[in-house]
């Protein structure tokens, strides 16, 4: 099936050089790069001067262009970013009127044949969220299970609404392979998206109302005004499963400044576990924002809503990092992908080695429920506190405090507070990797000096004198008024253990699956680091449980290379590295040894949405009807 790129074009490009010929002589060669809808990145060269379409075409890139440039149709419709879109000069009334008529036109959305090919198009990247058609562009197997659901879905629709949906907006929970609670530090993780999805059929309506209904029957529905002007209010101290719609919404509406917004009819289906680890409120409201941008047409860059996402989903409460909504927004199949969030948004796909037998991972959940908004200020939300005070002190510690990189942040992070030590240094000529390595170690050894002569904690009162502060305006730079915690002792050496040496095992995990290198026994190595973060986890952060520790310890013994927790922990699931040949055996001793001793009268359908194998998925996308 052929997609042309009028809802998903994006490009990046970059100057070439024309040989030794004198750039007055000759138009300088320009490279750009057209994301299709399926997420397929085409490179294309052409001369300076040509249009996007002409350029498009003459490459074999799938951008329809019907009326050959005659400015008579919208087939040619791309999406450039803002620093390229403000750069052209005002489109014509012609443009604008064939513009009018373009399938999911954005705010930087202009006609390939108009726009022409120039140096100034550097390193332009973006891509919006995909729309398809058909469901085998979004699963890659059991497409016949995915119909049904689908079906099911825009049936009930009906049955509840009276009408069909217009669209399908899906988004998938994730797996963190390595890289736990170090997001919100600023360093690099390594998750990829699931299968298993949040799916909200949506449908404008002409009520200013908003209207929630859930297929399953044990989540009521709900609705909420969208007048103009007013305010949608989430109660967390109540914890209903609409409040995570209601964070999406509030946020797409906010970031595109919509004070007129439409009406929406919206029936979800959810196959992510929730409160599992495996991200199923990032899922939801990533759906919320997509469907609200959508609804209202005004979808942005899928970079725009991954930060709309990641700022939304704070008002429930929890103060994230980043991680499950840009996994679930920016996936591509058959790859995992190494998120970088410091000094910028940079993703990049990571395929896993090639082994034979394959590496597989396997998901086993603990089926120990630990509510991430609910245990906040005492889990999730104490660790962003303590990394955060520690950053303040290790920062004051090595000197440079009142640097403006380090004065002038909120938050700081263990990162910024790495980056800024060691600014200074000439890496010229370095292999990044080792350059990680070195500073990441420096690290490790600096935060020894730093919180060592606390190593049971630091009371409030400790930590403020450190920092030549009174509690009260520690608590308040930490944003405490927002994310309250709990806690007698806050250890910071532990915590800050952790951060880097994790982060280091993520770098490492990302050089192995890169190397190419056939002497590494691919399944030791990366299995050797995810039990060394299960570990860190466990014995440093804290973040483990009985159950966890437990299950990773038999998973091991039944053929796992490497086990760890994966999501916030306490509880949730665990992931697993499995070769392909032993998955059956290996699922039936977790069975046998856990699942029977633990909930002995579990069905069969319920054992399989426990534990379950997984591959790399694509990320969000719009399922559009014919």
Same mark, same amino acid.
């Given at each position: 099936m052929r997609f042309p790129l009028t809802s998903t074009a994006r490009m990046k490009s970059y100057q070439q050089a024309a040989g030794f010929r004198s750039s007055a002589a000759l138009a300088k060669e320009v490279s750009v790069t057209f994301i299709e809808s399926d997420g397929n990145e085409v490179q294309a060269t052409g001369e300076e001067g040509i249009n996007l379409m002409e350029l498009a075409h003459e490459n074999d890139v799938d951008l329809e262009g019907a009326c050959e440039g005659a400015c008579a149709c919208s087939t040619c419709h791309v999406i450039l970013d803002d620093k390229i879109f403000d750069d052209l000069p005002e489109p014509t009334d012609e443009e604008n009127d064939m513009l009018d008529l373009a399938f999911g036109l954005t705010d930087t959305s202009r006609l390939g044949c108009q726009v022409l090919l120039t140096p100034e198009m550097e390193d332009s990247t973006l891509a919006t969220v995909p729309t398809f058609h058909a469901l085998s562009d979004i699963y890659t197997s059991d497409l016949l299970k995915h119909a049904a659901r689908f079906q099911l879905l825009t049936e009930a629709f009906i049955a509840t609404y009276g009408f069909k949906p217009s669209f399908i907006v899906r988004a998938p929970g994730r797996v963190n392979i390595i890289g736990e609670h170090i997001d919100y530090c600023g360093f690099p993780v390594f998750p990829m998206a699931i299968v298993p999805d949040s799916l909200i059929a949506v449908r404008a309506s002409r009520e200013r109302r908003i209207r929630l209904a859930n297929i399953n029957p044990k989540y009521p529905s709900r609705e909420f005004s969208c007048e103009p002007g007013s305010s949608v209010t989430i109660n967390n101290s109540t914890h209903d499963w609409t409040n995570y719609f209601k964070c999406g919404y509030k946020g797409a509406i906010e970031a595109i400044d919509c004070t007129n917004p439409q009406g929406m009819e919206c029936l979800m289906d959810g196959s992510v576990p929730s409160s599992a680890g495996l991200s199923s409120s990032s899922a939801i409201v990533c759906? $919320?924002?997509?469907?609200? #941008?959508? @609804?209202?047409?005004?979808?942005?860059?899928? !970079? /725009? &809503?991954?930060?709309?996402?990641?700022?939304?989903?704070?008002? %429930?409460?929890?103060?994230?990092?980043?991680?499950?909504?840009?996994? !679930? +927004? #920016?996936?591509?199949?058959? !790859?995992? @992908?190494?998120?970088?969030?410091?000094?910028?948004?940079?993703?990049?796909?990571?395929?896993?080695?090639?082994?034979?037998?394959?590496? *597989?991972?396997? %998901?086993?959940?603990?089926? @120990?429920?630990? /509510?991430?908004?609910?245990?906040?200020?005492?889990?999730?939300?104490?660790?962003?506190?303590?990394?955060?005070?520690?950053?303040?002190?290790?920062?004051?510690?090595?000197?440079?405090?009142?640097? $403006? $990189?380090?004065? /002038?942040?909120?938050?700081?992070?263990?990162?910024?507070?790495? /980056?800024?030590?060691?600014? *200074?240094?000439?890496?010229?000529?370095?292999?990044? &990797?080792?350059?990680?390595?070195?500073?990441?170690? $420096?690290?490790?050894?600096?935060? +020894? =000096?730093?919180?060592?002569?606390?190593?049971?904690?630091?009371?409030? =009162?400790?930590?403020?004198?450190?920092?030549? #502060?009174?509690?009260?305006?520690?608590?308040?730079?930490?944003?405490?008024?927002?994310f309250p915690v709990r806690a007698q002792q806050f250890k910071l050496l532990q915590r800050a253990q952790h951060a880097f040496s994790e982060a280091l095992r993520v770098v490492k995990f990302r050089q192995i699956c890169e190397s190419g290198d056939t002497r590494i026994n691919y399944c030791s190595a990366l299995g050797d680091l995810m039990n060394c973060s299960q570990d860190s986890c466990r014995d440093l952060f804290e973040c483990s449980c009985p159950e966890i520790d437990e299950l990773c310890a038999l998973a091991r013994r039944s053929g796992s290379f490497g086990s760890r927790l994966t999501g916030a922990g306490w509880g949730g699931c665990t992931v697993h590295l499995v070769l392909k040949d032993k998955v059956g055996s290996f699922i039936a001793a977790i069975k046998r040894e856990f699942y029977a001793k633990h909930v002995p009268n579990m069905n069969d359908e319920a054992l399989s949405d426990a534990i379950f194998v997984t591959t790399p998925g694509n990320g969000a996308a719009f399922y559009m009807f014919d």
């Open positions: 759906c $919320a924002v997509l469907a609200t #941008m959508k @609804v209202n047409d005004r979808l942005l860059p899928k !970079s /725009d &809503v991954v930060e709309t996402a990641v700022a939304s989903e704070r008002y %429930i409460g929890t103060n994230g990092g980043g991680m499950d909504q840009t996994t !679930s +927004i #920016m996936s591509q199949s058959q !790859s995992a @992908v190494f998120i970088e969030f410091n000094p910028e948004l940079k993703i990049t796909p990571v395929k896993f080695p090639s082994t034979d037998p394959q590496i *597989t991972f396997v %998901i086993a959940n603990t089926l @120990v429920v630990s /509510d991430k908004a609910v245990t906040a200020p005492v889990c999730y939300n104490l660790r962003v506190v303590e990394t955060r005070i520690g950053a303040l002190i290790l920062a004051k510690h090595l000197g440079i405090a009142n640097r $403006a $990189a380090c004065k /002038d942040i909120d938050p700081l992070t263990f990162k910024v507070v790495m /980056d800024e030590y060691f600014s *200074t240094q000439d890496t010229a000529g370095s292999d990044d &990797v080792q350059v990680w390595i070195d500073h990441l170690d $420096a690290m490790l050894h600096a935060s +020894i =000096e730093a919180f060592g002569a606390h190593p049971d904690g630091y009371t409030r =009162e400790q930590m403020a004198t450190a920092l030549d #502060m009174t509690p009260d305006a520690l608590s308040a730079a930490v944003h405490e008024d927002r």
